[in-house]
C-alpha cells in the first residue's frame, strides 16, 4: 500500500471518532492490535473500543481535530487536537500507527500535558 493509502486508513479513525461510527472504528484495527498508549486500556482491538467507549460516554462533545499527517514506509504520524474534553482545555496530542494489509496493527499516543498545564496558567518545570 502507498503511503497515502496508509494515511487515509488512518483518517478514517479520526473521521470514526467523530462521526461516533464505532463500526468503522473497529474495522480499522487488527484484532490483535498493539497498543502503546499511557492509558490503562485492555489488550487488543478490544481494549482499545472499550477506552474510546468510555471517552466519548464521559465527554459526548469530544473530537479530534486532524493537524498534520505525515507518513514513511508502514508508519502515519497524527498530529491533532482534542476537543471537547474539558470546558477550557483542548488537547494536543500526536498519534504513530504502523498499518498493515489495510488495517492498523499497532498504535501509539502522546498526549501534551505541558499544553494542559499552559491552558491553565501552570509553568512546567524543564
Known amino acids: ?9 488512518v483518517r478514517a479513525v479520526y473521521d470514526a471518532i467523530n462521526a ?12 490483535d492490535l498493539v497498543s502503546q498508549t ?9 481494549g482499545f473500543l472499550a ?6 460516554a464521559k465527554y459526548p462533545d469530544y473530537r479530534l481535530e486532524v ?8 508508519q502515519v504520524v497524527t498530529r491533532y487536537t482534542a476537543h471537547g474534553l474539558d470546558e477550557d482545555v ?3 496530542g500526536i498519534d504513530i500507527d504502523r498499518v498493515r494489509d489495510g488495517v492498523i496493527v499497532e498504535h ?8 494542559i ?7 512546567m518545570p524543564r
Open 51 to 56: 477506552l474510546y467507549d468510555e471517552v466519548v
Open 117 to 123: 498545564a499552559a491552558t491553565r496558567g501552570v509553568v
Open 1 to 9: 500500500m502507498s503511503t497515502d493509502d496508509n494515511k487515509a486508513i
Open 108 to 115: 501509539w499516543s502522546e498526549a501534551g500535558p505541558a499544553h
Open 90 to 92: 483542548d488537547l494536543i
Open 20 to 31: 461516533r461510527d464505532r463500526d468503522a472504528l473497529s474495522a480499522a484495527f487488527s484484532d
Open 67 to 74: 493537524q498534520d499527517q505525515i507518513a514513511e514506509g508502514d
Open 38 to 46: 499511557p492509558f490503562p486500556e485492555g489488550p487488543g482491538r478490544d
